[in-house]
């Protein structure tokens, strides 16, 4: 009987009750077939054995007794051991002696002595009420031979070949179950660590659990290690977005905290105007203005880094070497007092990629700003130096460079370094450039620059 949902849907069975109901099915299936093969080859062959001494008595008879007349010539079938009853009809039964037959004669036997019938066996009731099994052949001419065994041996040894088997037919069935259970139960042990694992994320959402997987080697794993191998790497990328999620938040929260205090002041200033000089209302709104669009910008970028995708955008085909070109000189207005060089390499110019300008342009942007607040202003020997070829746009600055502990992270929102943290920014431009080069398709590392400053490497995707 199947269960029901309380909204009266049947509820299907766990997996592991069904694993083993198959499990055990189909070896019992193969248990009682195996048996059942085996009982009819025992009857065949015991059967086929009494057919045999059936042939060897006729074949005797026939040699030994081929001029004796009608009648019994061996009557004697109480006894296991004894000859085979024998007897000679004659095809009309004119010719039957006065004595009676001990084995029944039909008009099938007399059809056999007169040679229009071929010989047949039969099951008979010997004398004594015990089975036997009959031969009747042709005997020369106008005659036919009758023999017969007691067939109780056969049937005995059928009905203990049956009970026999039965009894291992059954325990077959039992250890089949019991078989099936275990199988089921060891061979699911995964799927139910999975399930426990899954239940207890969801009951405590901490994505810091993890399956226990069995020891051994890696490339003797089965699909279910390997299942809970991929969940754990799941449950890896999801504990560390996360986390990435909270450092957002709290970075978040962080940045904005100053910016809007200072939103705050300012416009608490400016609601006091009447009691300032024009020259001070001039600074504070300038002031509120510039930190509305700080704020604004630290907004809109948060937005875009917590996609942690680009948006889908119509691709353009753009020429890297000209859009350089116009950040250089963007940057050049941005940062007046900081000397840019741009550098083409032979064939730059030739180099067409599907993109979409406008981030791209921000991305070079941002290495662009990066560099150029890492600079000495006024110092035209150190200037920033953006170098483009077919393959790559470097960057470099003359700065003080990466310290190799903040070399991992230099790309991760909102860090900044010792160095850069007197330095106005939000610390997601380079998370940002990052983004937009994966979105399309190219790589962004950083690295030392010869000498002194950091160098940054766009890597533009194989053409």
């Given at each position: 009987?199947?269960l029901?949902r309380?909204?009266?849907r049947?509820?299907?069975?766990?997996?592991?009750?069904?694993?083993a109901?198959?499990?055990?099915?189909?070896?019992?299936?193969?248990?009682?077939?195996?048996?059942?093969?085996a009982?009819v080859?025992i009857?065949?062959?015991l059967?086929?054995?009494?057919d045999?001494?059936l042939?060897?008595a006729?074949?005797?008879?026939?040699?030994r007794?081929?001029?004796?007349?009608?009648?019994?010539?061996?009557g004697?079938?109480?006894f296991?051991?004894?000859?085979?009853?024998?007897?000679?009809?004659?095809?009309?039964?004119?010719?039957?002696p006065?004595?009676?037959?001990?084995?029944?004669?039909?008009?099938e036997?007399r059809r056999?002595?007169?040679?229009?019938?071929?010989?047949?066996?039969?099951?008979?009731?010997?004398p004594?009420?015990?089975?036997g099994?009959?031969?009747?052949a042709?005997?020369?001419?106008?005659?036919?031979?009758?023999?017969?065994?007691?067939?109780?041996?056969?049937?005995?040894?059928?009905?203990?070949a049956?009970g026999?088997?039965?009894?291992?037919?059954?325990?077959?069935?039992?250890?089949?179950?019991?078989?099936?259970?275990a199988?089921?139960?060891?061979?699911?042990?995964p799927?139910?660590?999975?399930?426990?694992?899954?239940?207890r994320?969801?009951?405590?959402r901490?994505?810091?659990h993890?399956?226990?997987?069995?020891?051994?080697?890696?490339?003797r794993?089965?699909?279910?290690t390997?299942?809970?191998?991929s969940?754990?790497?799941?449950?890896?990328e999801?504990?560390?977005s996360?986390?990435?999620r909270?450092?957002?938040v709290?970075?978040?929260?962080?940045?904005?905290?100053?910016p809007?205090?200072?939103?705050r002041?300012?416009a608490?200033?400016?609601a006091?105007?009447?009691r300032?000089t024009?020259?001070?209302?001039?600074?504070?709104?300038?002031?509120?203005?510039?930190?509305i669009?700080?704020v604004?910008?630290?907004?809109?970028?948060?937005?875009?880094?917590?996609?942690?995708e680009e948006?889908?955008?119509?691709?353009?085909?753009?020429?890297?070497?000209?859009?350089?070109?116009?950040?250089v000189?963007?940057?050049r207005?941005?940062?007046?007092?900081?000397r840019?060089?741009?550098?083409?390499?032979?064939?730059a110019?030739?180099?067409?990629?599907?993109?979409?300008p406008?981030r791209?342009a921000?991305?070079?942007?941002n290495?662009?700003?990066?560099?150029?607040?890492?600079?000495?202003?006024?110092s035209?020997?150190?200037p920033v130096?953006v170098v483009?070829?077919?393959?790559?746009?470097?960057v470099r600055?003359?700065?003080?460079?990466?310290?190799d502990e903040d070399?991992?992270?230099?790309?991760?929102?909102f860090?900044?370094s010792?160095a850069?943290?007197?330095?106005p920014?939000?610390?997601?431009?380079?998370?940002?450039?990052?983004?937009?080069?994966?979105?399309?398709?190219?790589?962004?590392?950083?690295e030392?620059a010869?000498?002194?400053?950091?160098?940054?490497?766009?890597t533009?995707?194989?053409h």
């Amino acid at each position: 009987m199947r269960l029901r949902r309380p909204g009266g849907r049947p509820r299907r069975r766990p997996l592991r009750t069904r694993l083993a109901l198959m499990a055990s099915a189909a070896v019992a299936a193969v248990a009682v077939g195996v048996c059942a093969a085996a009982y009819v080859v025992i009857r065949y062959e015991l059967g086929h054995q009494l057919d045999l001494q059936l042939t060897q008595a006729a074949t005797l008879a026939r040699h030994r007794d081929i001029g004796h007349g009608p009648g019994v010539l061996a009557g004697e079938c109480r006894f296991l051991a004894a000859p085979a009853c024998t007897q000679i009809v004659p095809a009309a039964p004119a010719a039957d002696p006065a004595e009676p037959y001990v084995l029944p004669v039909t008009p099938e036997t007399r059809r056999v002595a007169a040679g229009t019938r071929p010989g047949y066996r039969t099951a008979v009731t010997l004398p004594g009420g015990r089975p036997g099994r009959m031969l009747t052949a042709p005997f020369g001419k106008g005659r036919a031979v009758q023999v017969a065994l007691r067939a109780d041996t056969v049937r005995d040894g059928v009905r203990q070949a049956a009970g026999l088997l039965t009894a291992v037919g059954g325990a077959g069935v039992l250890l089949a179950a019991a078989g099936g259970y275990a199988v089921s139960r060891r061979g699911l042990a995964p799927v139910a660590r999975l399930t426990e694992a899954t239940e207890r994320i969801a009951a405590t959402r901490d994505a810091g659990h993890r399956i226990d997987l069995p020891p051994g080697p890696p490339d003797r794993e089965d699909e279910l290690t390997r299942l809970a191998v991929s969940f754990n790497t799941m449950l890896g990328e999801l504990e560390e977005s996360v986390a990435a999620r909270r450092r957002l938040v709290a970075d978040a929260s962080h940045e904005l905290r100053t910016p809007l205090t200072a939103l705050r002041t300012n416009a608490e200033l400016l609601a006091r105007a009447d009691r300032l000089t024009p020259a001070q209302r001039e600074r504070a709104s300038a002031a509120l203005g510039r930190q509305i669009r700080e704020v604004t910008t630290l907004v809109d970028d948060l937005v875009e880094l917590a996609r942690d995708e680009e948006p889908q955008q119509l691709l353009e085909d753009v020429r890297p070497a000209l859009l350089v070109a116009h950040v250089v000189e963007t940057a050049r207005a941005h940062w007046p007092d900081v000397r840019f060089t741009l550098t083409e390499a032979p064939g730059a110019r030739d180099v067409v990629l599907p993109g979409v300008p406008a981030r791209l342009a921000r991305l070079l942007s941002n290495l662009l700003d990066n560099a150029a607040k890492f600079s000495t202003p006024g110092s035209p020997d150190r200037p920033v130096e953006v170098v483009v070829t077919p393959q790559e746009v470097t960057v470099r600055d003359h700065g003080p460079g990466i310290a190799d502990e903040d070399l991992p992270y230099v790309f991760d929102r909102f860090y900044r370094s010792r160095a850069a943290r007197a330095l106005p920014g939000s610390g997601l431009g380079l998370a940002m450039a990052r983004q937009i080069a994966r979105a399309h398709g190219a790589t962004l590392t950083a690295e030392h620059a010869p000498g002194t400053g950091a160098l940054f490497r766009l890597t533009f995707p194989s053409h």
